[in-house]
């Protein structure tokens, strides 16, 4: 079992795999856990619903169908890839590709993560395939719900500038508010995250965010040290 007890002064390392199931492992080489997802547990999720405007006048607190995010997915990967090298810290992610969704229909979720050592051409790096299953009898044998290849080093994320091609034919269309949550994007309260769309175009928008609080993601703990920020 991985461990769930909090770090008070630095934080809990690897939330998303607190209470995991090791079902196999080879040091260095393999690792697969088993991990059960609870909304109770991290609560953040709740925000991941398809659905989050009022649903019901009765009762306020009704949602959606709630869904595991992939970056919410790709964190619990990132978590068992550091297990699996430790000492190591998420640098790129690579071959990333999500398969189809999972839903929380009685507020949680059973999924299986498989991590293994291969083979990379830049040295400075250690690759982690990962895939992320469900816990259905007939799982592995069809295609992941996720699976990526997660680069690790001593020095953590390249710190490359990102330069975006420009919009084209971009039009300003100044949105705030409603106009983003829930008129055009889904996320409940705690992960509107899009504060003003700037510019609109057929390949994209301009947009300033903002970085949610970690501090109630994660019921035992309220300093999560999350891999990826999901």
């Given at each position: 079992i991985i461990s769930d007890k909090?770090?008070?002064?630095?934080?809990?390392?690897?939330?998303?795999?607190?209470?995991?199931?090791?079902l196999d492992e080879q040091p260095g080489?393999?690792?697969?856990?088993?991990?059960?997802?609870?909304?109770?547990?991290?609560?953040f999720l709740r925000d991941?619903?398809?659905?989050?405007?009022?649903?019901?006048?009765?009762n306020p607190n009704l949602?959606?169908?709630?869904?595991?995010?992939?970056?919410s997915g790709l964190e619990m990967m990132s978590e068992a890839a550091r297990k699996l090298v430790p000492r190591r810290r998420v640098a790129q992610v690579d071959?990333?590709?999500?398969?189809?969704?999972?839903?929380?229909?009685r507020g949680s979720v059973r999924v299986i993560i498989r991590a293994e050592r291969i083979a990379w051409p830049d040295?400075?790096?250690a690759a982690v395939k990962?895939?992320?299953?469900?816990?259905?009898?007939?799982?592995?044998?069809?295609?992941?719900i996720i699976e990526a290849t997660v680069?690790?080093?001593?020095?953590?994320?390249?710190?490359?500038?990102?330069?975006?091609?420009?919009?084209?034919?971009?039009r300003p269309v100044n949105w705030s508010g409603q106009e983003i949550y829930p008129e055009r994007l889904f996320h409940g309260p705690g992960l509107r995250i899009v504060r003003h769309v700037d510019l609109w175009s057929e390949e994209g928008i301009d947009f300033e965010i903002e970085v949610p609080s970690r501090s109630e993601a994660v019921r035992y703990t309220r300093i999560p040290l999350f891999s990826i920020w999901p």
């Open positions: 909090r770090r008070l002064d630095f934080g809990a390392d690897f939330p998303m795999l607190a209470s995991a199931e090791i080489v393999l690792l697969e856990i088993s991990k059960t997802v609870t909304l109770d547990d991290y609560p991941y619903a398809l659905g989050t405007t009022q649903l019901s006048f009765s949602r959606g169908l709630t869904i595991l995010s992939l970056i071959n990333l590709r999500a398969q189809r969704w999972i839903s929380f229909e040295a400075q790096f990962v895939q992320l299953r469900d816990d259905s009898p007939n799982s592995a044998y069809t295609w992941p680069l690790l080093s001593a020095a953590g994320t390249l710190h490359q500038p990102i330069q975006p091609p420009p919009l084209t034919n971009p």
